[in-house]
């Protein structure tokens, strides 16, 4: 459980739609399993699953990141590029 600092009641519906909207998009990213939620306008409860010790395979971590950020940052050259240009991996910025 997370409170709204100062137990004010900040959480309108539009607001708990972005936050859930969030949520699921950084359950995504950290690869845990969202169980089950309430959010109300002023906290929100949690129950989630977390795969035990499971580190992700280079192409699911660009696949997270892409789905996180939008785009992926990777100096050119390095061994995660290589593979992502391999495998034709979209929306990558080159920082070489």
Request: aromatic residues 12%; proline residues 5%; glycine residues 10%.
């Amino acid at each position: 459980m997370s409170r709204v600092v100062g137990g004010d009641f900040l959480l309108g519906r539009w607001e708990k739609e972005v936050f859930v909207r969030l949520m699921w998009r950084g359950a995504d990213f950290l690869g845990i399993e969202v169980l089950a939620y309430a959010v109300m306008s002023n906290h929100y409860h949690q129950l989630v699953r977390v795969p035990a010790g499971v580190e992700p395979s280079d192409p699911e971590l660009l696949a997270r990141l892409r789905a996180y950020y939008g785009f992926i940052a990777i100096p050119n050259g390095s061994p995660v590029w290589c593979e992502a240009q391999a495998r034709s991996a979209a929306a990558i910025v080159c920082r070489g």
